[in-house]
Structure formats: C-alpha cells, structure tokens
C-alpha cells in the first residue's frame, strides 16, 4: 500500500510513540562485506599487496560501512588515511583525496613525517610553500608519485596502513593516475587501499568505467559491490532508528518506497512525524523533505552552501551569504542540529550526504544559481585563502562558469588550465583548455581577452591532449588546427602540425605517417634556414625510417646539412644523432658507433642535456650490438638521469631504462634489470613507447616462470595486430609470440608464430633482432619435426650477417638444433662463452648436456648439467634450474639439493628414476628411450628394484612410489 498526499494522518500513526534518530548507530545487512574488507585487511598484514573497490549506488551504505570497517581497523593496531575527491567534475583540484589524507597526517605527525621532502610534497599541500619550478613537462610527476608510494611504504612498515578514498567517482585524472601507480606499479605490501564510489553515476562515458576495468586485471584487487537491504533489513534498520520495533505495515511501505536504500530508509524514519506522507515519488523531493522544514533562514543558508559544493568553509559562507556572524551561526546551528551538515575533520562544514546537496542545488531558480555561483566566484577571487592552498584557481573557474558569466569563465578557465599545467595534472588541464575553446565562440573578444589567437589555443590544447594520454583527442585538435592553419603563410608551423599527426597516426596504429611527413618535407623545402626547420627534417627522417631507410638516410643528410648552415651547435648535435639513428640498420654498429661517441661528447661538453640523452641512447644501442655489455650498460645508465632532469622520462627515459635492462640481462644481473623495467612501466609510456619495457620483462618472467609472465607477454604481443609498427617492434614481438606459446605448451600456436616469423620480411634487414627470431623459430622447427621449417630456416640464415659475436653465438646454434649434434652444441657453446651472455650460454649447455647424453657421454653432460645449473641459480631461471634437475636424474646423475626420499635409499640414483617411470606406467623400451640406455638394461634395473623393495609386481612397485611421493617430485 503506498501512502499518497492525500493521508500524512497515517503516516503519523504509523510512527506514533517513536523517536526517530537520523541515523543508525549500527550496521544493518553488511556482514559478508564487513568480512571481505577484514579479509583484505588480514593479506596486508602477511605483506600482500590488497585493495578494494566499494561500489554500490547512492547512499546504500558505502560511507558506513567503511567507517566501521576503519573504527574496527584502528582498534586492531592499524593507521587509517581517508581522503574524498571533490565534486569539481575533471577540472577540479588534481589530487584532493592525497592532499587531504596527507594534510591530516601532517596534522597529526607532524612536517617530519615527510622526510625532509616538503618541497616536492608542496604539489599536494600547497601550504607547505611554492613548490619547485626548476623543472617543467612530466619529469617531476613520476617522481612526486614515487615519494608518495614512499610515504606510505615507510607508515605501513610501522603498522598496517589503510587509505580511503571516498566518492573515487568525483576523482579527477591526476587522482586516478596515483591510485592506478600505487594499485599497478607500486605494489605497497602493507598498504590496504579502499576506494568506494557510486555504480549509479558511471553512465557509459564515465572515465571511472575504464580505470576500473584495468583495476580489475591486477593481482590483488577486490571489488564489493553492495546491495540494497532485503525487508528484513529494512526492519533490522528501521527498529535501531526508531528505538522500537515498527508495525508490519510500516516496514512494507518504507520498504516499497526506499527500496531497500539505508539512506532513504534514514530520510523516511527522521521525517515522518513531519507528513513524510505528502512526498511524492520523485528523490529530489524526497531529499528535500527536510530541508523545508528548517526554518527559513536555514533554508536560505542551505542554498548558499550547496553551491559552495559538498565541503565548504565557515568563512567563505559568511562571505557569499552576507549576513552578520550571529545570524550565521543561528541558521548554521538549526541545519547542524538537523543532521543535513556535519563539522568535518578540517573544522569546516559539509553535506552529511551528497544527494541532499544536489537535491538543494538543483532546486535553486535560474537566476538564483548564476547569482550565487559569481557571488563565490568574486568572493574566492578576492580572497583566495578562503578556500584550500592550490584550489582557487579551479574554484573561480568552476563558478564563472556556472554562473554563465563567458567572458570571466573564458578567462579563469585559462588561468586554471595553466595552475593545473604546473602541477602535471595534464588531464585537467586539457579539460580546462577544451573549456576555454568552447567559450571561444560564445566571447566576441576572447583573443584580446587571452592574449592568443584561436590557432594558437587549438595546437597548445592538442599538445597538452598528448602529455594527457589522449592521443585520439590530439589528433582531432590537430586535424581542426591543420584546417585553419594557411600552409603557404606558415609553412614551418604546418610542418610541425603534419609531423605531429604523422606521430599520432602511427602510434594509434592507423597509419604509417608518411604521407603526413612527405607533406612536411615539401613544405620545409622552401621554409627560411631556422633551428626548428632542421628538427623537423630530423623529425621527418626518422618517421621515414620506418619503411624507407634510403630516403629517411637523404632527409636525415639534408638535416645535417642544414645544421651545419646554421652553426648551432646544439641543432647539430641533434641532427647528427638523428642520422645516427635512421642510419642504424644500414651502417655497421662498429662504423657509426665513432660518430655517435663525438656527438655524445659534444652535448656533454656543452651542457645539452637533451641531445646528450638522446645520444646516449644511440650509444648503449650499438654497443649492445657489438658485444659490449658493460659499456652498454654504463652508457644507458649515464643517461636516465638526464632524461629525467629535462622531462623526457616517459620517451627517452623509457628507451635509456630498457636498454640498461637490456645490457644487465645479458650480463646475468636480472635483479637489477627487472628494476630498471618496473621503474619503465611507472612512467607508463603511451602506445607503442611502453614496447620495450614490456617486451623484456616479458622475456625475464618467462625464464624465471612468473606468475605473471603470460599476461604480460599477451599485453605486448596485442600490438601485432597494429598494422603499422616498427621493423624492431615486430620482429621482438614475433620471438616473444614463439617463446611465450611454448612456455605454455602450445605447440601449434609456436608452429604458427614460427612460419609467420620466418616468412616476415624484415627478418633480414635487422640482423641484431632478426637472428634472435631465427633461433627461436628453430627451436620450434626442431620440436616439432616440420621439415619445411626446418628446411626453410638455413636459407634465411644464409642471408644474414654474422659479423659481432652475438651473431655468431646464433648461427652456432640454429645449427646445432636443427642438426642435434653434440659437436655443434659445443661450437654454439663456445660461441656464447665469447659473447658473455649467461642465459643464453646456461640454454646452450642444456642442450649439450640432452646431445652429449644421448651419445653416452655421461661426463660431458655431467658437466654441462652442472654448468646449467649453476648459472639457473644465479639467474633464478626457475624452469631451466628444473630442466637440467630432470636431465641431471635421468642420467643417474641426483644433486645434493634433492636427496633421496624416505624408503628408497637402499635404491641407487639410476633405480629410482626407474622406479618414478615404472610408477608412470613406461615400459621398459620407453624408459630405456628417455634415460639413454638399452632396453635389456632398463629390465634388469626394474628387476633389481621389485627385489629390493620387496614386492612381487611393476604394480606393487608403482604402489610404493606413489605411496612414497615420487610422482610429485
């Protein structure tokens, strides 16, 4: 039965001889998700890594539960952190919820809690003082990301520390960013990370949708979706409310109407001796209900606060009110005392629920919403203390334009775009610009008012679209900006456009770009002598370099040339490196390496820190090829710091960390590698650019068997379905297809990765990467007798070069797998012994070893067995160290590391690896074929162990090693 308008007398009745209190002092119909969050709570106190994610819609619960779940947390010895993220929409205060948790720590520790690092911390708490301006783009970011991770490493060490952030669904870009770091890349093993958010506001476009998604593919991340009360707990709820238990009819009507939300349950109890009867089915007037019963100076006050947004200050509401403080207090005190505000932690104010602020806001009259709206505009902008250090900007910005005031929107728009811009929130600072375009055309004279013209605005908004990630939104801007832009005017700055295109179509995947460039090219030809002129060359030569290296060799000679005209020296250093690299797979690494050396020394000696890394890079690069993995190394590691200093980390400080981890793989140091790769992944390099870190941690977790090896391995392989990518790309991709399908035993999906790999055509223009495909796909011909394969490798083989020792070490052994002599297993060793690559060697010893077995050489597999497994250990290659244990005991051969089990030790070594294939049913052929001896041979060692055991059968003796173990060894 519902209650209409026409029957409050009821509704009274209902309730009559109860006292309502607003809210319930006890969880009703939460104990499976109370218990899911102790659960996750418990894993953070064995060190794993947890978070969980808290959804359900609007006032179901979430806040409530959380609380009782940290009230019950603190009393366990844990910390708790809470921070909200502030309804400001994308454009808002970047980072609200850290800044607030960390405010209140500090509060509560102390600065000294921060470690001396204020400065950088300042970002987040602008109280603290400027942060610093030394560096600009993205290069602090990551940085600013890992002393955060850092903090809260260092607070769990003490004691478990839970973070909440509240309402993540209000959470800005930069916010998100963080929590994805600290969720994906930081992996803090005492951190419990509890978000909640509303499931009702993620309509199809909401950005929260995908970052949950991805959330969802990482280890250690729950998801609680709670549900709406049943009527039982409806009931539960409704007796804590009312101190009583409430008629049957009661519980049915609020039930139907609430639907079983705990927040509307609480708006029904609270409100019904008012005539909650006469509320009609809509939520806004449900919301409102209690509002109108405040007096209507409260009432007034209400409405002013609602625009202030869900948290708001004392003083910024005396302000934009305009009443004395005693009326203030007298209107604040009545709707405090009504449970529809609550004093919050920071000693301001705030909406005891959401919903009640929108329900407010979104009944104020039109007039009255773009009249409050400027009032707290020019009130913040007076007095930028009234709100939070850093927030002003976005604060003015949010109000102008909800009060529809363009011109002074247009402008504080701006502002804010470029206080986002210095603090790295690129995200909110590309929304903000998009703002400003879309006021464009509603301010007759936005360009006066800016200072800038409407091109100028369109490429520094694609620009700031790429630093955000969105690179299918620069395109768009860039695309609009070529459209306005007259080439024959400006033909250096359409070049710079068409070249930017060209890089966002081949990173996307959607074309190769080299229309965009030709296009550039064209245009520079006629274009004044200038240093850009000569980047873009530069720009162009490498962007051709994809398909056409003797036309990307010309523009990059034209370039140098250019440079040369100029006299720049920094302009020449970089063409030069340009050359350098586009040249890379025609001119031999030991020709080109002298060049490259000058011009890395030349940056250097002139403090050009950005040629000097890109220079670097080209260095480490070539030296890998020609063996020299120390010099590698060293070379990549001068680099890092340098792309770091000047804000390239997330370009050419991901290509310096991958080929130092490239460099320490190859020198057994896989530790340190998988470091540099994790250090590469926390940038989170765009498209293509996160290839070379994924693609070699990838290939350490595969031969150390991670967990987490194939899905990696998968994420880098998805970019072969890009039909644009780099020749080096693809082959590397092609080999970890071949590796990661036969890590998983699929040998049909490794027979087809090796015909396609075999059959691509840059297999040949690239021999450091090319023979490394060549060896796998070998392999694979090798293990699955496909004679075409193995007939097809040697010609491609044959036309690659073998000048550098990595090169010989792989021809060595293509050879000896095809040909499965131990001879050529000991020349492709020996080859790998004066290259110095140690897992490669140890793969190579194996081989040897299974050869050198199945000719009855058991001392030379002995040996080499022994060799393996050594190196295995030093590298923690875990299936090759159980490789070699499986040869090592199929050859009689049992290592101190696996004694005897229990009940076998009047069995030799040879019997009981007899025994563990007769307990797996081999006949004696079978098990004469996989230990290397004669069938008569395997008889008498099967007749030997039935007697030593004592038993009469094959049967009983299977019976024993299964009793005893063996078969799980």
Known sequence: MLIGAGAPWLWR?????????????????????????????????????????????????????VEEFCRAALEDGARVLTGQCLELGEEGLPFAPFGAALRRLVHADGPAVLDGREDEFARLLPELGPPPLDVVGDARRGVLFEL???????????????????DLHWADRSTRDLIGFLVRAARLPHVLLLATYRTDELHRGHPLRPFLAELDRVRGVQR????????????????????????????????????????????????????????????????????????????KLLRVAAVGGTRFGHELLSRVAGVDEAELESALRAVVA???????????????HALVREAVHDDLLPGEHARLHARYAEAVEAEPQLVAMGRAPAEVAHHWYAAHDHPRALTSARLAADAAGRRYAYAEQARLLERVLELWELVPDAARLLGTSHLDLLEETGLVAIDAGDHQRALKLTKAALADLDAGAEPVRAARLLVRRSKLLFNAGKSDGAAEVRAAHELLRSAPPSAERVKLLSDVAFA????????????????????????????????NITFGQVCAGRLPPDEGLPAMTAAAALARENGDLPNLARALVNVSDVHFELGRYEESAAAAAEGVPYADRVGVNRTTGVFLLANHAEALVALGRWDEADARCAEAARLDPPGTLALPWMRMRARIRLARGHEGAEPLAHRAIEFLGRKFLHRENRLSLLELRMLVARHADDAAAALSAARQAVAEPAITDRPRYGWP????????????????????IPQVAAALPRRYPADRAYSAQVDATLERRPELWRKAVAAWRADGQRYPLAVALLELAN???????????????????????????????AAADTLARRIGLRSAAQPAPAGTQTLTDRERE????????????????????????????????????????????????????????
């Open 148 to 166: 955060v991770a850092a903090l809260f490493d260092r607070l769990s060490r003490q004691q478990p520390l839970v973070l909440v952030i509240e």
């Open 224 to 299: 609680v979706e709670l549900e709406r009360l049943d009527r039982d707990g409806t009931a539960e709820m409704l007796a804590h409310l009312l101190g009583g238990e409430p008629e049957p009819r009661t519980v049915d009507t609020i039930h139907e109407r609430a639907q079983g939300n705990p927040f509307f349950i609480e708006q029904f109890a609270a409100s019904g001796e008012q005539g909650c009867g006469d509320i009609p089915h809509s939520l806004r007037d449900l919301l409102l209900a209690r509002v109108d019963q405040l007096p209507e100076a409260s009432q």
């Open 13 to 65: 009745d209902m309730l009559d001889g109860v006292t309502a209190r607003a809210g319930s002092e006890v969880l009703v119909g939460r104990e499976a998700d109370l218990s899911a969050l102790r659960d996750a709570l418990k894993r953070t106190r064995g060190a794993e890594p947890s978070t969980v994610l808290v959804g359900g819609e609007a006032g179901v619960g979430k806040t409530r539960l």
């Open 544 to 575: 051709l370099s994809v398909d056409d290296d003797d036309e990307a060799g010309r523009v990059a000679a034209e370039a140098m040339a250019a440079a040369a005209e100029i006299g720049d020296v920094s302009i020449t250093v970089s063409a």
């Open 914 to 969: 007899v025994l563990r294939l007769v307990a797996e049913g081999q006949s004696n052929s079978r098990i004469a074929q996989q230990l290397y001896i004669s069938p008569k041979t395997a008889s008498v060692h099967v007749s030997r162990i039935i007697a030593k055991l004592e038993v009469s059968s094959r049967g009983e003796a299977a019976a024993v090693a299964h009793r005893l173990g063996l078969l799980g060894e």
């Open 338 to 352: 009504a449970q529809l505000i609550v004093v919050d932690a920071d000693d301001g104010f705030e909406f005891r």
């Open 851 to 881: 050869a050198a077995a199945g000719a009855g050489d058991r001392v030379a597999a002995g040996e080499a067995v022994e060799e393996v497994a050594a190196i295995a250990g030093e590298l923690g290659a875990v299936p090759l160290a």
């Open 773 to 792: 495909v060549l060896a796998a796909a070998a392999t694979v011909a090798a293990e699955s007798s496909d004679d075409a394969l193995c007939a097809r």
